[in-house]
């Protein structure tokens, strides 16, 4: 029975990894029809009206340990922020990116987490530095020209990663304190309002854009956001954090086997090669991890 339960935890993993991965493909056909910010204020709003029923429906199961006000009163805010940074610089990113690449530059937050880590004295280990040196090599393979610089897209990319690494950081002391869910929709409503204000200066909303982006944008809100974040909770109900994040970093192969199957994309043998080294160092740097990190969120 016991085995049973972890099996279904791991395929749950992988189903939320899979829908992950195939929402950069709905994120790079969104971008058609409408601009970054608005896609994003719409998805998260999505998001979050998905996740009010079940907070509505469930007990309330905080945890009364002592912490600061300021984390206490201001961290959803915080994470609303940095998650509307993340998303932003994702989703502007992958206009001029594929969606293969920009999953598999987005799964570096898995090493980015473990080496802001060693700012709070976290040890990563000789395979987290192993994991460091091969990602960063197919990093190079994957996205720097040959004039030794990197394309627009996946630069913004990158930096998102850095934004997301933040995040679970921010999402790790969160979850001590307060109810995961919770933190999911006040921090989701908070992306939308700020996507939603930058897009009202910056971009034009026209409501039949929006409908014709619609399918995308009910794939990234609906699903990416809202059930595949409450999938990842329940399964990691038993799984290890570190398991789990082996897993869910499938979902940079399910982008790339989205772009090439949906959008069409391909990738050189050089790009492959990148890939490889990339997923394995992400693999890699999981292996002896001595601080449990919670993976709460992603895109």
């Known amino acids: 029975m016991a085995n049973n339960k972890f099996i279904r935890s791991d395929l749950l993993l992988l189903t939320t990894a899979a829908i992950w991965g195939f929402a950069f493909v709905a994120q790079r056909t969104g971008m058609k029809f409408v601009g970054p910010f608005t896609f994003n204020a719409i998805r998260f709003l999505l998001g979050a009206l998905v996740l009010i029923p079940i907070v509505l429906t469930r007990k309330n199961r905080e945890k009364k340990i002592e912490s600061s006000k300021l984390l206490s009163r201001y961290g959803c805010v915080v994470a609303g922020v940095v998650l509307f940074l993340g998303s932003s610089l994702q989703q502007m990113g992958i206009v001029y990116t594929t969606a293969g690449k920009a999953g598999f530059i987005t799964g570096l937050y898995l090493l980015i987490v473990p080496l802001m880590g060693l700012i709070w004295k976290q040890k990563i280990g000789w395979w987290g530095w192993i994991g460091v040196v091969l990602a960063s090599l197919g990093l190079y393979l994957l996205s720097i020209k040959d004039n ?18 933040a995040h679970v950081h921010i999402i790790d002391r969160l979850s001590k304190i307060k109810n995961p869910l919770k933190i999911a929709v006040k921090q989701y409503l908070i992306c ?7 897009a009202y200066f910056r971009e034009i909303i026209a409501l039949d854009q929006i409908f014709r982006a619609g399918i995308p944008i009910l794939y990234a809100g609906i699903l990416s956001v809202g059930i595949a974040y409450t999938l990842q909770v329940i399964a990691q109900k038993k799984a290890p954090p570190s398991h789990a994040a082996i897993i869910l970093s499938m979902e940079s192969v399910f982008a790339l086997i989205g772009g090439t199957i949906i959008l069409h994309e391909h990738l050189s043998l050089r790009g492959l090669l990148g890939c490889s080294l990339m997923f394995s160092g992400m693999i890699l740097s999981q292996l002896n991890r001595t601080k449990k990190v919670k993976l709460l969120e992603t895109f």
């Open 148 to 165: 030794y610089t990197f394309a627009p897209g996946d630069l913004m990319v990158l930096a998102a990663a850095f934004f997301w690494a």
């Open 192 to 198: 939308s309002v700020l996507s939603l204000i930058v």
